[in-house]
C-alpha cells in the first residue's frame, strides 16, 4: 500500500485528486520535472493557495519558492487513487458499449478486470459473445453473491436504469459506474459515478467556440 | 441564441459551468427551486465566495441571502453550454465504441448528429454497418471537407490515435473527443478534450473506499 493515510485527506482535496493526477501525467510527458503551485493553478484553474494546502495533506511533498515534483506528485497520486486490490466488474448491459468496456477490458490497470457480462435480450442470454458468457439479469445477484463482486458498470438506457440498478444495488454492490446520464435513486452506502458523453461533447464544444485553446484536460 | 455574452466569462467560471448545470439538474430533479451559494459549495465543492463571482458574471440571477432559482440557472446555463447550432460529427474508428456512439447517436439534443463514420479495416469499409456507411480513412479529408464537418470523435486506441488525430487534424477539424486518455500533440486551434474511462472508475473505486458516501455528481 502507501504511507499516506487516505482518512485525513479532506473529500474536497480527494476529489481534486484525479484532475492534479491527469495534469500532472501532461506535465511528465511533455518532460517538465518540478512545477510551482502558480503554474499548475493556471493549467487546473485551482487557486494556488488551494493547490497549496491540497498538497500540505500528502506530507512533505514540495517547498513553498521551489516547486513540486512533478514524477513524485505522480507516484503519491497514484498510489492513493489506485486501488491495489482486485476490482473484478460485472457489466450490466452488453450491447455495442458493454463489449467496447468488455473488450477494453481496462487493460491499463492490471487490478481492473470485467468479470461477468449481464443482458435481458434472449437473443445473446446464454451465448459467448465477444468471449463473455451473457448471464440473464434474472441470475444478477446469484452470480455476483458467489462471485463476490463489489463494482457494476450500468450501460442500461435511461428509460430503464432505475430498474437494472435496484436489481444491482440489491445484490450487494457498493459502487456503480453509469452511462445513462439520468439520476437514479441508491441507498448512501452506494457509491456512483455519472458518465454523461452528451454534457462532455457540449462543452468540448462550448470551448471551442468560446475559448481558443481550451485548457490541457477537462476539470468538469 | 441567448442574452449573455459568453465571451465576458472568464474561462475559469466557463469551465465550472458543466459541474453547475449537472448539479443543478439533479436538485432540480428532487424539486427543489432555490438554493443558497453556501449549500450549493457543499455540493459542488467550489467555495462558496467563487460560485456568487461566477454566478455575478451572468447578471441579475440571485440576490444574496434569498438564494438563486435553480430552474432560471439551469435555462440560462444550458443556453450557454448548448450550440443552437447544428454540430455534425464524424466518428473516426468504427468498433463497439464507435458503434455504440453512433446507436446512441446524442439523441438527448438534437444539435448533435453523427453524420458520417471512418474506419481503416478493409472488411467494414465500403460496407452499411448499422446503418452507416463505413468510410476509408484514405477519404477522411474529402469526405469532411464536402461535408463541413468541424467535430469528430475519435475511438482509435493509443497506439494509433496521433495517426489517426492528424489525419482528424489535416481535415480542418477543431474540435475532438478522444477516448483514448494518452495524450496526442495537436495544433493551438484545435480543442481537444479526452475521456478516460479507466479514471473515473478508479475515481469511483477511491470514493467508494475512502468517502461514504461521494458527492452527487463527479467534480473532476
Redesign the interface.
Same mark, same amino acid.
Given at each position: 500500500m502507501n504511507n499516506y493515510s487516505?482518512?485525513t #485527506?479532506p473529500?474536497?482535496t480527494?476529489?481534486?485528486?484525479?484532475?492534479y493526477? $491527469?495534469n500532472l501525467? #501532461?506535465l511528465h510527458?511533455k518532460g517538465i520535472v518540478r512545477i510551482k503551485s502558480k503554474e499548475f493553478s493556471k493549467i487546473t484553474?485551482v487557486p494556488p493557495a488551494t493547490i497549496r494546502r491540497d498538497f500540505s495533506y500528502l506530507g512533505e511533498l514540495g517547498r513553498s519558492g521551489y516547486g513540486y515534483e512533478v514524477g513524485f506528485l505522480i507516484k503519491v497520486f497514484s498510489e492513493?487513487?489506485?486501488?491495489y486490490e482486485e476490482?473484478r #466488474?460485472a457489466i450490466v448491459g452488453f450491447?455495442?458499449?458493454g463489449?467496447?468496456?468488455a473488450?477494453?477490458n481496462?487493460r491499463?490497470?492490471q487490478n481492473?478486470t470485467i468479470d461477468c457480462v449481464f443482458d435481458t435480450d434472449p437473443a445473446i442470454v446464454g451465448q459467448t459473445v465477444g468471449g463473455f458468457y451473457v448471464y440473464s439479469m434474472a441470475d444478477f445477484e446469484k452470480v455476483v453473491r458467489e462471485k463476490n463482486i463489489k463494482?457494476a458498470?450500468s450501460?442500461v438506457p435511461s428509460e430503464y436504469a432505475q430498474e437494472a440498478i435496484d436489481i444491482v444495488v440489491h445484490s450487494g454492490i457498493?459502487? #456503480?459506474?453509469n452511462f445513462a446520464?439520468d $439520476?437514479v435513486e441508491v441507498p448512501?452506502?452506494?457509491?456512483?459515478?455519472?458518465?454523461?458523453?452528451?454534457?462532455?461533447?457540449?462543452?468540448?464544444?462550448?470551448?471551442?467556440?468560446?475559448?481558443?485553446?481550451?485548457?490541457l484536460?477537462?476539470?468538469?
Open positions: 487516505t482518512k #485527506i473529500r474536497a480527494a476529489k481534486r485528486l484525479p484532475l493526477l $491527469r501525467t #501532461i510527458s484553474q492513493l487513487l489506485d486501488s476490482n #466488474i450491447g455495442n458499449l463489449k467496447a468496456l473488450n477494453n481496462f491499463r490497470n481492473l463494482t458498470i450501460t457498493t459502487a #456503480i459506474l446520464p $439520476r448512501d452506502s452506494v457509491s456512483m459515478r455519472y458518465i454523461d458523453l452528451t454534457t462532455e461533447l457540449l462543452t468540448l464544444l462550448f470551448f471551442d467556440r468560446n475559448y481558443k485553446k481550451p485548457s484536460v477537462a476539470t468538469s
